[in-house]
């Protein structure tokens, strides 16, 4: 797609990818098949795969991997890709532990890995996941449950990420009744999860028998009626992507909507997302993966509007992504990770508040691999 990026953005770009280039082939070869998380004093000393294999973000270091192997053609990316590929079928031997993030787990290994080389076993797993996914929907409330245990009629803005899983196993598959799920989610978040002012809730809890509306807590941002800004990015590239697979112009809207929103919060802080734009002014805490995970969005959103409408977009993304690079990336290839100040939720205090976090990461790579267009569909 034409960008009609100015000589200067162009010129950005072509120098973060350079950087990002060695900052992976660093990576790799030290990590390989490992699954990071979040870097301990500069290195990825915890390893997923053993400490956690259910965990959500098991997914986003192959998903750095492939499209690393696509941009590039380097065997190393694809060989480790396939290594955590293989060791995620522990999860699916386990089963207990997973839950609806099931996307967030295999869209980026199994999936991608069909993708690109057509591996029919990778293929297998992909559609797995996917019958995971299909069998959590409610068909009385017409959506997917979040997590287990007592969270029977919970719904999170999350999920509208996971369910381009259900979008692409309906192609492959030739079978609709993965779609029809996904657009009943979709239909149930937007009619129950969106604010008339174009924010979101994170968590909706609904009537399992019926699917009313209950509560909506207050879930990883301040306050039940505040605006977690990584939750509005999920809804942002979230929503483009039902409008990518359903072509349904409700879902195109409502990523606009949240987009504006998003845009017009993160201005009055030089473009670096706040964990909670409803949040009071002190103490200032970040998350920088929310601004990475929108300009994924926005540049999507850009793929299917006009061209005069198009600038908005590209612009914000750009804005989003340069201001990040300039405050919070580390290039070192030494160092492991690469944008700081990645933060979980607004009250917790834990080892995921103002941190590198791996998805901050991904999505600063298929951003840039957007712009270049040298990405690939990954959802």
């Not at 956690?52 to 060989?79: S, V």
């Not at 079978?175 to 979101?200: Q, V």
């Not at 607004?346 to 712009?371: Q, S």
């Amino acid at each position: 797609m034409d960008y009609k990026l100015s000589k200067d953005n162009q010129t950005w770009v072509n120098e973060i990818w350079a950087k990002l280039q060695t900052k992976m082939s660093a990576e790799v070869d030290r990590i390989g098949v490992k699954i990071p998380y979040i870097p301990e004093g500069g290195q990825y000393k915890e390893d997923k795969g053993e400490t956690d294999i259910y965990w959500w973000t098991n997914g986003f270091w192959p998903g750095m991997l492939w499209q690393m192997y696509h941009a590039t053609g380097e065997e190393k990316y694809k060989t480790a890709a396939e290594g955590v590929e293989l060791r995620l079928d522990t999860a699916f031997d386990g089963y207990e532990g997973l839950h609806h993030d099931v996307g967030f787990m295999w869209l980026h290994s199994a999936v991608a890995n069909y993708r690109l080389t057509g591996n029919t076993r990778s293929k297998t797993r992909g559609l797995h996941a996917a019958n995971l996914l299909a069998g959590r929907y409610n068909p009385r409330g017409k959506f997917i449950r979040a997590w287990n245990d007592n969270c029977t009629g919970w719904i999170i803005i999350d999920c509208m990420m996971n369910i381009p899983l259900l979008y692409w196993a309906s192609e492959v598959s030739e079978d609709p009744r993965f779609s029809y799920i996904a657009k009943d989610h979709a239909d149930t978040t937007f009619n129950k999860a969106l604010r008339p002012d174009g924010s979101c809730h994170h968590i909706v809890v609904l009537d399992p028998k019926n699917g009313d509306f209950v509560e909506a807590p207050e879930g990883q941002g301040y306050a039940s009626d505040s605006s977690w800004s990584r939750g509005q990015s999920w809804a942002i590239y979230g929503f483009a992507l039902s409008y990518h697979y359903s072509g349904d112009s409700r879902y195109l809207d409502a990523a606009k909507q949240v987009a504006h929103y998003f845009l017009a919060n993160v201005s009055s802080s030089d473009y670096v997302p706040k964990v909670d734009f409803r949040a009071p002014e002190e103490p200032v805490c970040w998350d920088t993966t929310a601004g990475m995970c929108a300009a994924c969005g926005l540049l999507e959103i850009a793929k299917h509007v006009g061209v005069n409408e198009r600038a908005l977009y590209v612009n914000g993304a750009l804005n989003i992504l340069k201001a990040t690079d300039q405050r919070f990336c580390n290039w070192d290839p030494e160092i492991d990770s690469i944008v700081d100040n990645g933060t979980g939720s607004y009250h917790g205090r834990g080892g995921d508040y103002a941190v590198p976090i791996i998805y901050g990461d991904y999505f600063l790579i298929e951003a840039v691999l957007r712009l270049k267009n040298s990405d690939f569909l990954i959802w």
